[in-house]
């Protein structure tokens, strides 16, 4: 239920959050504070908010899985079994998502970029 609510109040806030505040507000991140450079989760808000707008493009650019965490929360805010399914997902595929997400973590905190 706790899940369901959180993901609901996520894509709310995505949807009212205006452009000027995504593009311009604080940075919240402490890693991003601190090092200066993106943490995993560095984007998302960006990019739902995008999403959320109807730039769907921008949205990719903000964070690789924008559009894919945004369907996730979708489901779990539609579904109210949703969350309890997740727990009996494979433990390889959470493994696999999960080094998904370092990758793209690593490749958007190269040097030179």
Not at 21 to 28: C, D, H, Q, T
Not at 37 to 45: A, E, T
């Amino acid at each position: 239920m706790l899940l369901r609510a959180a993901a609901a109040g996520a894509l709310i806030g995505a949807l009212l959050l205006p452009d000027r505040f995504a593009e311009n507000g604080p940075i919240l991140c402490l890693f991003r504070r601190v090092t200066g450079r993106p943490c995993p989760s560095c984007g998302l808000s960006r990019s739902w908010q995008a999403i959320g707008h109807g730039r769907i493009g921008d949205g990719l650019s903000a964070h690789p899985f924008g559009p894919l965490t945004m369907l996730a929360a979708i489901w779990l805010a539609s579904d109210g079994s949703a969350a309890r399914r997740l727990e009996v997902v494979d433990r390889r595929w959470g493994q696999a998502a999960a080094a998904a997400w370092i990758g793209a973590w690593l490749w958007r905190v190269r040097p030179g970029r």
